[in-house]
């Protein structure tokens, strides 16, 4: 094993994208990761691309370095399994509703029992003390009600829109990796272990309106809601003469900068809408369709010489093809063509963050459903007629064959 967290064992109850996201992070970083699955398997292992059932592209992308055990949690032989594995486990993840984990008699009062250091991390719609404690939660519920559709309407979208990206379940992946490293950290000074609870809806409420509260930070409110640089309907990526471009002119060195190339540093001293930065901050919706207009007249080439030679913030516009061929990632090696045991050649993403010390690898491929679940019996010193017994009963699944 390599990585930071090498020797920490993590169960994972997770499915879909905000944990498996979450905990394959974890294993990225050398975690021990047991993915527990229901004998139906992860949803996603049915849905995106696939060569064989069962090994969806988006399944592909989110459980690497994991080993995967079917357990059936209804059946009191399986919960016994899974209270076996807790017994030795640093973490335990979930995004089951807390009231389906009591249900099944793995809440967090059950848990600390069998291992009172136990981090017991929940990832949940909603924080546990409010009227929407039980219900369901899922990206484009969360997306909706933090004001994400609202916001693209709003920035001059013909109607309310997603984004078109799981963004809120990532983000609350990306809020439980740290909550489990922030609670591992107490529990390595203190010798503790405690329940974590990290709710999508609160998480991504304050990642929304730290940019746009705006006015309403103050009481009374001195201000609409509301980032206007943000919600210009002219902040898109630059139409050229034969593309896009990406650009941004920012500080008041870059304004300048812009000026100049167009031969017209005069005009940067008398323009009071764009020659400070609190004018500019009330003249946005100008500043970028002047910008727009003047982006218009020449092509990507040009400008890309221009504003690299001007220093100013400049790439180009990727399609989702163009950023898997995007030079930058060809010279870091960032896309591995590896051989999966059942799938064959697949295109994976590296692990993006570099240690000088504990790297991180690609140790295990995305598994089969309950690819491991005999090995890991074994471990827990069950023996074969043990775990004959619990095939035999449907509380545990059986390893499929290799594709």
């Known amino acids: 094993m390599s990585g930071p967290l090498q020797g920490i064992k993590i169960i994972d109850l997770t499915s879909v994208i905000l944990g498996p ?19 139906e398997g992860d949803n996603t ?7 064989n059932p069962g090994m969806g592209a988006n399944f592909l992308h989110l459980n690497r370095n994991k080993k995967s055990m079917v357990l059936n949690l209804k059946k009191p032989e399986g919960l016994e ?63 909706g009600m933090v004001g994400f559709a609202w916001l693209a309407q709003a920035a001059g979208g013909d109607r309310p829109r997603f984004v078109p990206s799981t963004l809120t379940d990532r983000i609350t992946g990306l809020n439980t990796v740290h909550a489990v490293l922030a ?39 001195n201000a609409p809601v509301g980032y206007p640089r943000l919600l210009t309907p002219h902040r898109n990526p630059y139409k050229t003469q034969d593309g896009y471009l990406c650009v941004l002119i920012y500080n008041d060195k870059q304004w300048r900068a812009f000026f100049k ?17 609190t004018q500019r901050a009330l003249h946005f919706d100008e500043a970028y369709a002047w910008v727009a207009q003047e982006m218009s007249t020449r092509t990507n080439a040009q400008w890309l010489h221009l504003l690299t030679e001007a220093d100013i913030p400049v790439m180009p ?45 690609l140790r295990l491929p995305a598994p089969q459903l309950g690819e491991h679940t005999v090995e890991i019996l074994q471990s ?24």
């Open 317 to 361: 516009m990727n399609s989702i093809e163009e950023l898997i061929n995007d030079p930058h990632h060809a010279a870091t090696g960032f896309f591995k063509q590896t051989l999966h045991p059942s799938e064959g050649a697949i295109r994976e993403m590296d692990i993006p963050f570099r240690f000088s010390k504990s790297a991180p690898e």
């Open 261 to 277: 190339l167009l031969g017209r540093e005069d005009e940067y001293e008398t323009d009071t809408r764009f020659n400070t930065p």
């Open 21 to 39: 996201y979450a905990t394959q992070i974890l294993g990225d970083y050398g975690a021990d990761v047991i993915k527990v699955e229901a004998p």
């Open 45 to 51: 292992r049915y849905v995106a691309a696939q060569r």
């Open 183 to 221: 609670a591992l950290l107490y529990r390595e000074r203190t010798g503790e272990g405690q329940s974590v609870e990290i709710p999508m809806f609160e998480g991504l409420t304050q990642f929304v309106l730290s940019d746009h509260m705006g006015g309403h930070t103050f009481d009374p409110p």
């Open 81 to 143: 399994v899974l209270l076996r594995l807790v017994q030795s486990a640093d973490v335990l993840i979930y995004n089951l509703r807390p009231q389906a984990m009591k249900r099944l008699k793995l809440g967090y009062e059950d848990l600390v029992k069998v291992n009172p250091r136990l981090i017991y991390a929940g990832a949940t719609g909603f924080n546990q003390a409010g009227p929407y404690a039980a219900k369901a939660a899922y990206d484009d519920i969360i997306q």
């Open 380 to 403: 827990l010193g069950y023996n074969d007629e043990q775990i004959a017994t619990l095939k035999q009963n449907a509380a545990i699944g059986s390893p499929p064959a290799r594709g």
